[in-house]
């Protein structure tokens, strides 16, 4: 590992030929590299910054520091609610800093501001402190009833498990890093992150923070690499204990073999196709709008997006109507724009493989009545940009309306029975979300009731609650993020029970050894 540590105090960047470089964050110091990766600027193609690009010996050094602190006890040891009050005092400070934080989010990513302000940045910190009131009232250790056929008391604990690794995709880089690594902490786990490499930022800024409210050197970690190497490496490693995972569905198939080497417990929130069911009772306003926001948020680079769109026959063409009006009022552009609604796709590589899937689209006979290609301009010749796209004329079994795109393409498909709807909409590998919309509740959610997902909204999309388990059902996912009990899954069981007969002639020990001798 060729690399040089700075300590603590100088920060996650310094200034390098007047652009900014992020280091990598393990054993509570600055660590930089040999290599350093680009971080461009989706709508530009500028370089917000530069990073340090961790190889396998990061990795396992991160995962070193980590093990030390666990066995150590200095985190595990300390008192559930002062573990909680590192991360309240962490709170503020990314609150004040928000307008900072949501900029920088929206360079890296391509948001337009409002998205990367509300979501971004916002679901963060609503989320962290869900997982702050969940670390204030859990339960860590129960007596039970003292019964059974010898007197004795049991008593229930809850312990962490020791590292866990949390690997961050580059669509919601603040969302996804709070949820790996903050329960995760909170449960007593020590962590280490991995970033992808486009979108490290705020990774290594919560670190920095959460270093300054007083988390100790080593308990988090944030490497920044690639995914064979760095993160392959990670999944693989013996000492880790726990390994959660957010991509696509393929990888995540490949985390899992990787992982059960040690059999590892694994946390898997994978891809999606959502099925968006407007009924013929829906509130077409409300409908049209919601379906717009189900498929274009973050141009549709959100794995739970409503891509998927079933109208009955009898509406498919009015509807269709009203949302190309409405597309066409929206402004694709400068993300930095207070005004921008859509932003770019996040890389070249994104940008391409969106535009394949359009062509696939058109090659299977479906039809594009909305974008469909490059917005043209000025304004477009720099950046990766791709067109709200919308087809009809699609059949169930079209590749654009099977595999996930994860851009802003949207696939209509007809029905003519609720029986016909929740028939197509469970024909996918997938089943992350989706939704459903109409005026009768109770009929939706008879529907809802249906559909095989891990979640369904009903006359909304994207309502991603933490007081409600966020996770996938079939390929899209083993486990849960957010939920009442998602302290859970980073902590195990632990019995413990005392005798408190006190003589030996009540237990059962005479099933092997006979009559006791002074009997």
């Known amino acids: 590992m060729t690399e040089t540590s700075i300590s603590a105090s100088e920060g996650p960047a310094i200034d390098r030929d007047g652009v900014p470089h992020y280091r990598l964050w393990i054993g509570g110091r600055w660590v930089d590299s040999a290599e350093s990766i680009d971080v461009i600027d989706p709508a530009t193609e500028g370089v917000v910054c530069t990073v340090a690009r961790a190889d396998p010996s990061h990795a396992d050094a991160a995962v070193a520091a980590a093990k030390a602190v666990h066995e150590g006890g200095v985190w595990r040891g300390m008192a559930p609610l002062e573990r909680v ?27 337009p501001l409002r998205v990367a302000g509300a979501i971004g940045v916002g679901f963060p910190l609503v989320h962290l402190q869900h997982y702050i009131e969940q670390g204030r009232n859990y339960v860590w250790e129960k007596p039970t009833p003292i019964g059974g056929q010898v007197l004795h008391a049991g008593i229930q604990r809850k312990e962490p498990l020791g590292v866990c690794v949390g690997i961050v995709p580059w669509n919601f880089p603040a969302l996804i890093a709070v949820w790996k690594a903050v329960p995760a902490l909170i449960a007593g786990n020590t962590v280490v992150l991995k970033t992808d490499e486009q979108t490290p930022i705020f990774a290594l800024e919560f670190a920095a923070v959460l270093a300054e409210a007083g988390l100790p050197a080593g308990a988090l970690n944030v490497v920044v690499g690639d995914g064979p190497n760095v993160g392959g490496r990670l999944v693989k490693h013996p000492d880790v204990r726990l390994v959660s995972f957010t991509g696509s569905t393929a990888t995540g198939r490949q985390v899992m073999a990787d992982a059960s080497g040690n059999v590892k417990r694994v946390l898997l929130e994978l891809g999606g196709k959502g099925p968006n069911i407007v009924l013929d009772d829906a509130d077409l306003d409300a409908a049209v709008d919601g379906s717009i926001y189900a498929f274009l948020l973050h141009a549709g680079q959100a794995c739970e997006s409503g891509t998927r769109l079933l109208l009955p026959s009898s509406l498919h063409d009015e509807f269709v109507e009203r949302l190309k009006a409405r597309i066409a009022t929206l402004k694709i552009g400068d993300p930095q724009d207070p005004s921008t609604d859509i932003g770019a796709v996040m890389s070249r590589t994104q940008q391409e493989r969106i535009l394949g899937y359009i062509e696939k689209g058109r090659e299977a006979g479906a039809t594009v009545v909305v974008g469909g290609g490059v917005p043209q301009g000025e304004e477009y010749e720099k950046g990766f940009w791709v067109e709200p796209t919308v087809f009809v004329d699609v059949e169930p079994h079209h590749c654009i309306a099977r595999e996930e795109i994860f851009g802003p393409v949207l696939s209509v498909l007809k029905y003519d029975s609720i029986d016909e709807a929740v028939a197509i ?7 992350l979300a989706g939704a459903v919309w109409g005026r009768d509740v109770d009929r939706a959610l008879s529907v809802a009731n249906r559909i095989e997902t891990g979640s369904v909204w009903i006359n909304d999309y994207h309502n991603i609650d933490a007081h409600l388990p966020f996770g996938g059902a079939k390929q899209s996912g083993i486990g849960h993020e957010l939920g009442e009990d998602t302290l859970n899954e980073f902590l195990q069981s632990k019995s413990i029970t005392v005798d408190l007969s006190g003589d030996v002639a009540k237990r059962a020990y005479g099933l092997v050894l006979g009559t006791p001798p002074n009997a």
């Open 85 to 111: 009050a590192v991360f309240e005092r962490a709170a503020g400070v990314l609150a004040a800093r928000m307008d900072e934080l949501t900029l920088l989010g929206s360079r890296e990513t391509g948001m």
């Open 425 to 431: 909409a469970n024909d996918s590998e997938y089943g």
